[in-house]
C-alpha cells in the first residue's frame, strides 16, 4: 500500500523562486494536511483541506498557498521562497468522517532555500 | 486550548531496559490518542490509537495506556533494543469543528547497545 505519497524528496530553492510539493494518498480519505517540522518547534500546521474542493489555513500559512485538486491530491505552493521556509514539509491525511481516526504521513519533503 | 506535553525531551537507556514514555494532554474531551515514532530523515510512523473507551492497547512490546481523567498516556516499551532508538510523538485529534490534530514536541529515545 502506498499510503500518502508527496514529492519531491529533497530540494533547494534560490530566494524568490517558486515550487510546488506534490501530495497524493490513496486511501479514500476526505481531510489532507500539511505540516512542516522545524527543531525545537514540533509539527505546525500550514494548510488543511477538510474535504474536496475545500481549504483553510493552519497555524502557519504566510507564504503559502495550497490547491485540494481532487480527493487524492493536495499540493502546496511557495510562490517566493524565503530563507524561513527551509524546513521539513510533511503531507498527511485522515478520514474526519467518524472523527476518530488515525493520521497517516508521506515521507517528507526537505527544502532548503538559499 | 488543548495542549499537549511530552517530557522528558530526550531519554538514554542501556538495551534490555523496560521504558516508559509520557504523554500528557489539557483536555480530556479527547476521541483518541495516537502515538507515533519517527526516525532521523523519516516521516511519522504510527504505533498505537488508543480510543476514548480504551484504557490500554498493545503491539508487540508496546503497550500504550490511556488515562483521560488525569489527562496522561503513557507508552511502555520493554526490553528496549537499539532499533527502539528514535523520536516517539503522542497526537490528540481535533475537536469538534476544527481540523488540528494538537502534537508533543516528542520524546528522542537512544538505547545504548
Known amino acids: 500500500n502506498a499510503g500518502v505519497t508527496q514529492t519531491p524528496k529533497f530540494q533547494v530553492l534560490k530566494t524568490g523562486q517558486s515550487m510546488t510539493l506534490q501530495c497524493a494518498q490513496d486511501m479514500n480519505h476526505n481531510s489532507m494536511y500539511w505540516y512542516r517540522q522545524d527543531p525545537g518547534m514540533g509539527l505546525r500546521l500550514i494548510y488543511y483541506s477538510a474535504s474536496e474542493g475545500t481549504t483553510d489555513k493552519g497555524e502557519v500559512p504566510n507564504g503559502y498557498n495550497v490547491s485540494r485538486l481532487n480527493k487524492r491530491e493536495f499540493s502546496l505552493r511557495l510562490e517566493s521562497a524565503a530563507p524561513s521556509q527551509t524546513s521539513v514539509y510533511f503531507c498527511?491525511?485522515?478520514?474526519?468522517?467518524?472523527?476518530?481516526?488515525?493520521?497517516?504521513f508521506g515521507e517528507g519533503s526537505w527544502l532548503t532555500v538559499v | 486550548k488543548q495542549e499537549v506535553t511530552q517530557i522528558p525531551a530526550a531519554l538514554s537507556v542501556p538495551e534490555g531496559e523496560n521504558l516508559v514514555l509520557n504523554c500528557s494532554f489539557t483536555d480530556s474531551a479527547i476521541y483518541n490518542l495516537q502515538w507515533f515514532r519517527q526516525d532521523p530523515g523519516k516521516g511519522l510512523t504510527s504505533l498505537l490509537l488508543?480510543?476514548?473507551?480504551?484504557r490500554e492497547q498493545t503491539s508487540g512490546r508496546l503497550n500504550a495506556s490511556l488515562d483521560k481523567s488525569s489527562g496522561r498516556s503513557t507508552l511502555y516499551i520493554a526490553a528496549s533494543q537499539p532499533g527502539d532508538s528514535a523520536t516517539y510523538l503522542c497526537a490528540v485529534p481535533p475537536t469538534s469543528g476544527t481540523y488540528k490534530y494538537i502534537f508533543g514536541t516528542g520524546t528522542r529515545l537512544k538505547v545504548l547497545a
Open positions: 498527511a491525511s485522515s478520514d474526519q468522517s467518524t472523527g476518530a481516526d488515525t493520521i497517516y
Open positions: 488508543i480510543q476514548s473507551s480504551q
